[in-house]
């Protein structure tokens, strides 16, 4: 159940980050699901922590984080609790480093989004420049071509 709560709440920043002032592009979008999704996975995965330690769960802790003990990126909620007579000990900020790994999640989705959304803007910015430059090239040759039509049909009516 925890697992699903995160994964849902995961897709809810997604979206908030997504949405926020105005909507993004499809490939940041992209990019973004792709960061979410890593962030997901390093959250839920068996980190090995429980067979390093090899401590029980403290049964004072709420249920999820109980069900995050030893899970969690980048960090985890027995990284934070005390240990005494080789037990672990709850000392009260445990489910403040749940919070903790949710705003890294947000940070990196915003410090994600700001940098994608700079570089295809910039992307779209030159492209814009060459085109105008294009454009501009080619008004010059048919400028040209007029030109020598004009000159011809003159040479042509002197001619006739």
Known sequence: MVDVFTIVFALVILVAVARRLRPVRPITVFFLA???G????????????????????????????????????????FMFCIIYF???????????????????????????????????????????????????ESFREEGKKASERTESLQFERITA
């Open 86 to 136: 080789n037990r672990f000990r709850p000392g009260g900020l445990e489910g403040l480093v749940l919070v903790f790994d949710w705003l890294v999640l947000i940070a990196a989705l915003s410090l994600a989004r700001f940098v994608c959304e700079r570089c295809f803007h910039w992307r779209d910015k030159c492209t814009q420049s060459a085109n105008a430059l294009h454009h501009r």
């Open 38 to 77: 890593a962030w997901i996975w390093a959250n839920l995965r068996a980190s090995g922590w429980q067979e390093e330690w090899g401590g029980d769960i403290p049964e004072e802790l709420d249920p999820v984080t109980k069900a995050m003990f030893y899970r969690g990126w980048p960090l985890a909620p």
């Open 34 to 36: 792709l960061l979410t």
